[in-house]
């Protein structure tokens, strides 16, 4: 009797399980772009897109100066889509761009660029204030 029920019970408990909440809190993405984003942006980008080169090009210093496109009007940051936001479209390949082969070390590793995008995808939460301000930052793997 259980056997033949086991279906329908397996069924019940999936359907249940897709109720529960599962998305992630404000809390959640502020730690992630803490955590994550922003130290790698800060160790592989910032050293050049900090407002240093001539607008419209990528400044990555701050929210509304990242929120922006470039001159042919394509979006840097398109929240939920990072296959149409040029952060990742930019990289992707190898995980460095022309304009900074010359500096390898600062690749990211593919690791590196599926965080990105699964930010991205999650909303591309930045936050306001001196949080939300990057600057460059050396690191071991980027003296
Ligand atoms: C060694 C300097 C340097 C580093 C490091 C660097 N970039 Fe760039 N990047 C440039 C320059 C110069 C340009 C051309 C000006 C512009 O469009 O911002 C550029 C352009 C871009 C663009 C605009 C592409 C377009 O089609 O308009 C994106 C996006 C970008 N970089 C992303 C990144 C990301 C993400 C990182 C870090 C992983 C990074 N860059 C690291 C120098 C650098």
């Not at 400044?59 to 470039?70: M, P, S, V």
């Not at 190898?94 to 690791?111: N, V």
């Not at 930045?126 to 690191?139: D, I, T």
């Amino acid at each position: 009797m259980i056997l033949r029920l086991l279906p329908f019970i397996s069924i019940f408990i999936v359907t249940a399980c897709s109720w529960l909440p599962t998305g992630k809190g404000k809390g959640d993405h502020a730690r992630y772009f803490n955590t994550q984003v922003k130290p790698v942006l800060q160790q592989h980008c910032l050293q050049c897109h900090n407002g240093s080169l001539p607008p419209p090009a990528l400044n990555l210093a701050t929210k509304a100066t990242a929120f922006t496109r470039n001159a042919s009007g394509r979006e840097y940051i398109l929240p939920r889509a990072p296959s149409r936001s040029l952060l990742i479209t930019a990289v992707q390949r190898g995980g460095t761009h022309a304009k900074m082969m010359s500096r390898t070390e600062l690749s990211l590793t593919d690791d590196q660029i599926g965080m990105l995008r699964e930010w991205i995808e999650d909303g591309a939460y930045w936050p306001e204030g001196h949080r939300g301000y990057l600057q460059p930052q050396a690191s071991a793997e980027n003296p």
